[in-house]
Nanobody
């Protein structure tokens, strides 16, 4: 079963930086896109940034200019570099990927388990 392995969460002070990583844990036939969502306590899960296989990225307004999403195709891994972090960035961050598993022909959406990011002084 395809799983996403996330890492990089933690606690930093306002203005600090963190880099989240998300890796597809096994060989798949195809990946059309990957991205990150976040969910703050008591709030809905919302998109942060996405990237397609051709490298096209999209960012939520809250992330523009501060976050950068990149994709290492060889490693099936995406990285979310988060700079100038604010208290309102505090949330659990979830990775998502649309993959065609080995031996299959259809795309499936796969979510990671979530990694907590806390911005606090």
């Amino acid at each position: 079963q395809v799983q996403l392995v996330e890492s990089g969460g933690g606690m930093v002070q306002p203005g600090g930086s963190l880099r989240l990583s998300c890796a597809v844990n096994e060989t798949v036939r195809a990946i059309s896109s990957m991205g990150w969502y976040r969910q703050a306590p008591g709030a809905e899960r919302v998109v942060v940034a996405t990237i397609t296989e051709d490298g096209t990225t999209n960012y939520a307004d809250s992330a523009k200019g501060r976050f950068k999403l990149s994709w290492n195709n060889a490693k099936n891994t995406v990285y979310l570099q988060m700079n100038s972090l604010k208290a309102e960035d505090t949330a659990t961050y979830y990775c998502i990927s649309y993959v065609v598993p080995a031996g299959e022909t259809r795309y499936h959406s796969v979510w990671g388990q979530g990694t907590l990011v806390t911005i606090s002084s």
